[in-house]
């Protein structure tokens, strides 16, 4: 039985994991998943990375794509979610603030640094024609949790996260949601350890093979909806909204989205330089 460490985010996007494991496919396959919930994020994920706590990670694309090129031993080996990720851009309930153009030059709460918190910070500062140099002020907060706390107790004025995940604490009003900021890429990749890729490619494959199965008829999944309302706590009218707008993949990230998000990342001087397709992605047909 091979065993192998899998993080992600404690959301409803990882739930075709939770089914795998659930109905015992891996096991199937003599294969042990260990999956670890990271209620930190990105930043929290790629220093598992990094740190050989876990072997994968479902992770942001950005996210991913910035540590790599800072050293993270880990390269990307397929999409998880093609569709972008929306995140809401939330005060609290009871702050001043009524437009996004106010929170200029305002802190904003982020998990940790190299974050998609913090990353998307920079992103949104761009398309709202802020300088991210002097516009931008963070407070690191570890986690959503601790984003309610900052925000209420105002030791920090805004803060992103995906907007469905949000969504309820925007309904019991502790967030109020003033705007909000999809990625213009593919949110959600898989990211192994180079290590792992190198020693457990057949492993690998057969894990990647699982979950594509689940992923590719989700959507067709009997009561899929109600199901995820109910783990999640969130209204089945917004998990229907949620369902609508993704798409999972099981393909290989595009060398051109690559491209784009280098440049994207470059321009907001969150990385000093862009590095080769091939030093970001691993083909595993190769």
Not at 35 to 57: P, V
Not at 134 to 157: M, P
Not at 196 to 201: A, P, S, T
Not at 231 to 237: A, C, G, S
Request: proline share 3%; charged share 25%.
């Amino acid at each position: 039985m091979k065993n192998v460490r899998i993080g992600g985010v404690p959301e409803h996007f990882n739930y075709a994991w939770y089914l795998a494991l659930k109905q015992g496919h891996f096991k199937q396959h003599d294969i042990n998943v260990r999956w670890k919930d990271y209620f930190g994020g990105t930043g929290q994920m790629t220093q598992a990375l990094r740190n050989n706590e876990i072997d994968m990670a479902v992770i942001l694309t950005e996210g991913i794509i910035k540590d790599i090129t800072e050293g993270n031993p880990s390269k990307i080996v397929q999409v998880f979610v093609e569709s972008p990720l929306i995140w809401g851009i939330h005060v609290a309930h009871d702050s001043t603030f009524k437009q996004l153009n106010e929170l200029k030059g305002q802190r904003a709460a982020i998990s940790r640094y190299g974050s998609g918190s913090h990353l998307m910070a920079y992103v949104n500062a761009l398309h709202l024609e802020w300088n991210p140099t002097t516009d931008l002020q963070f407070e690191v907060v570890k986690n959503l949790d601790g984003a309610v706390d900052a925000l209420s107790q105002q030791e920090a004025d805004y803060f992103m996260w995906e907007k469905f995940t949000t969504k309820p604490l925007v309904d019991q009003k502790k967030f109020r949601r003033l705007g909000e900021c999809p990625t213009p890429w593919p949110c959600f990749v898989i990211a192994v350890r180079d290590e792992f890729i190198l020693n457990e490619k057949e492993t690998l494959q057969s894990i990647l093979k699982i979950i594509n199965t689940i992923t590719a008829d989700f959507k067709q999944i009997p009561e899929i909806d109600a199901i995820i309302s109910e783990r999640y706590q969130q209204k089945n009218e917004d998990v229907k909204a949620w369902l609508e707008l993704t798409e999972w993949s099981q393909e290989t990230l595009k060398a051109s989205t690559v491209e784009a998000v280098q440049n994207q990342l470059l321009e907001l001087e969150i990385i000093s330089e862009k590095w080769p397709y091939d030093r970001l992605v691993a083909n595993l047909d190769d």
